[in-house]
């Protein structure tokens, strides 16, 4: 009777244990933080054990190549043996990555077997790796040393505790270190056959940011094409040929980070039997992709600045300020202009190895040419000239 009242109950409560949507999400909720959390303890923990084989290669244990065995490696509860395996996996990758260790990790099934020993004293279970003699007699092999690494949970930390014990009677330590990580430590990843403390990665990504130093060599290729005016213009002015520039000089950056650079450049253009030019240009850039330069992905500046041109032969006839037909164009001999010009726009970079940049240029002097039109007018500018550039540093 009271087993039956008892399924009555349950049965007639079915409806109070079900589990409202509410709770499914939260239970969904909670398994995603476990999920996570676990995640972190796993990268955490291999960070743990990259740290200890690194700290072996700058000071090894052993003179020369020792044979080990992994006597064991222990995890947080709750973690389960997955998370075991993959240490032991991870640990064993390394050490063959890093031979300069001068530890061989080794295959030993007699010394992590039970073995059952009996004697005049008593018969002793236990595994063969925590009895040496034992080990000795049954011809256990292998190395001479157990490696023995525990993983905790202590609080907010992950401790590793790592002891190396020499395989013989008294079992004495022969080396132990402890390592532990915050909880909330990003891992550093490190690649196997490139170990590297957090210093050293810190100090040879200043490196590499900083290495080319603060001042850099341009040779920049220009392109500045010009506008032509209005069709309603009569007579219809003629706009200047495209000029190119062969330019280069010195950008200076005031920190490694190179959030801001300043670049002086002199340029020169030369087409025969159609014009020849000199130029100097002062430019300020601002990266407005982040705080500092990338290594891994493009950089976008903005830029603003000017320059002065000094242009002559036939095809400079149209920056005059009379309106030239074709005659003028085929029969002025070799006419001079002296052009002062500001500019804006931006520069995408990769590595300040190369760069391709655009930007818009005026040229106040002659803002009511009848042989210049306008690109874009803003802010009260007439922006007449339209330059591309292609960048190489040094």
């Given at each position: 009777m009271r087993t039956l009242a008892l399924a009555v109950a349950l049965l007639a409560g079915g409806e109070a244990l079900a589990v409202t949507p509410a709770e499914q999400a939260q239970i969904a909720q909670l398994d995603r933080l476990r999920a996570q959390v676990a995640d972190q303890v796993h990268l955490a923990a291999f960070d743990l054990v990259d740290e200890l084989v690194y700290g072996w290669t700058a000071d090894p244990v052993f003179p020369s190549e020792t044979q080990v065995v992994l006597a064991g490696v222990t995890?947080?509860?709750?973690?389960?043996?997955?998370?075991?395996?993959?240490?032991?996996?991870?640990?064993?990758?390394?050490?063959?990555?890093?031979?300069?260790?001068?530890?061989?990790?080794?295959?030993?099934?007699?010394?992590?077997?039970?073995?059952?020993?009996?004697?005049?004293?008593?018969?002793?279970?236990?595994?063969?790796?925590?009895?040496?003699?034992?080990?000795?007699?049954?011809?256990?092999?292998?190395?001479?040393?157990?490696?023995?690494?525990?993983?905790?949970?202590?609080?907010?930390?992950?401790?590793?505790?790592?002891?190396?014990?020499?395989?013989?009677?008294?079992?004495?330590?022969?080396?132990?270190?402890?390592?532990?990580?915050?909880?909330?430590?990003?891992?550093?990843?490190?690649?196997?056959?490139?170990?590297?403390?957090?210093?050293?990665?810190?100090?040879?990504?200043?490196?590499?940011?900083?290495?080319?130093?603060?001042?850099?060599?341009?040779?920049?290729?220009?392109?500045?094409?010009?506008?032509?005016?209005?069709?309603?213009?009569?007579?219809?002015?003629?706009?200047?040929?495209?000029?190119?520039?062969?330019?280069?000089?010195?950008?200076?950056?005031?920190?490694?980070?190179?959030?801001?650079?300043?670049?002086?450049l002199a340029g020169v253009s030369y087409i025969p039997q159609a014009y020849q030019g000199l130029m100097t240009q002062a430019r300020i850039s601002r990266l407005i992709t982040g705080r500092a330069r990338s290594l891994t992905r493009p950089d976008l500046y903005v830029f603003g600045g000017i320059a002065m041109m000094t242009v002559w032969g036939p095809g400079t006839a149209s920056f005059q300020a009379p309106t030239p037909n074709g005659d003028d164009l085929l029969t002025v001999a070799s006419p001079r202009e002296i052009l002062g010009t500001f500019h804006l726009g931006a520069d995408l970079r990769l590595g300040n190895r190369i760069g391709i940049s655009a930007f818009l240029e005026t040229l106040p002097a002659l803002s009511q040419s009848e042989n210049l039109g306008e690109y874009y007018y803003g802010l009260g500018i007439s922006f007449q000239s339209l330059g591309s550039e292609v960048t190489f540093w040094f």
């Open positions: 995890v947080p509860v709750g973690l389960g043996t997955g998370l075991q395996a993959l240490i032991e996996n991870h640990l064993a990758a390394v050490l063959a990555e890093n031979p300069s260790t001068h530890v061989q990790l080794v295959h030993c099934p007699q010394c992590t077997a039970v073995v059952v020993h009996s004697g005049p004293e008593g018969t002793v279970i236990s595994r063969g790796i925590d009895d040496p003699e034992v080990l000795e007699r049954i011809g256990g092999g292998g190395g001479k040393h157990a490696l023995f690494v525990d993983v905790e949970a202590e609080g907010a930390w992950l401790v590793l505790r790592a002891r190396l014990t020499r395989l013989t009677p008294d079992l004495p330590i022969v080396w132990s270190h402890t390592l532990s990580t915050a909880a909330g430590t990003p891992a550093l990843l490190r690649q196997p056959t490139h170990l590297k403390s957090a210093a050293e990665a810190r100090r040879e990504y200043l490196d590499a940011l900083s290495g080319r130093g603060n001042s850099l060599i341009p040779l920049r290729f220009a392109v500045r094409s010009y506008a032509a005016p209005p069709s309603w213009y009569d007579p219809p002015g003629t706009p200047p040929p495209p000029f190119l520039w062969l330019q280069s000089g010195v950008e200076l950056a005031p920190t490694s980070a190179r959030a801001w650079t300043a670049s002086l």
